[in-house]
Nanobody
């Protein structure tokens, strides 16, 4: 059974940094693309960043480019999201997701999410 567990969320002030982690189990981690999505209250879920299985490819939503960095450590079955220069509009629940297809429009496996709140 596949499990994805996010951690690292919290309450921070605008301009601060946070690093989210997602630990995966139950799947051959290096064979799966991983992604971060977020959903704010009343809004649809949006892709934030994604990374291919061996980190050859990554891409970012325009609203986080230059501020967020996605990475992974396949030896630890873990993906990260380094978030710098946080803004109040980054407030959302952040979810990690896994899929064999880097370009999937709806990833196959999902974590439970971690709350990020950025105060102004």
């Amino acid at each position: 059974q596949v499990h994805l567990v996010e951690s690292g969320g919290g309450l921070v002030q605008a301009g601060d940094s946070l690093r989210l982690s997602c630990v995966a189990s139950g799947l051959p981690f290096s064979y799966y693309a991983m992604a971060w999505f977020r959903q704010a209250p009343g809004n649809e879920r949006k892709l934030v960043a994604r990374i291919s299985g061996r980190s050859q490819y990554s891409n970012y939503a325009d609203f986080v480019k230059g501020r967020f960095t996605v990475s992974r450590d396949n030896a630890k079955n873990t993906m990260y999201l380094q978030m710098n220069s946080l803004k109040p509009e980054d407030t959302a629940i952040y979810y990690c997701a896994a899929d064999k297809n880097f370009l999937a429009t709806d990833y196959n496996y999902w974590g439970q999410g971690t709350q990020v709140t950025v105060s102004s």
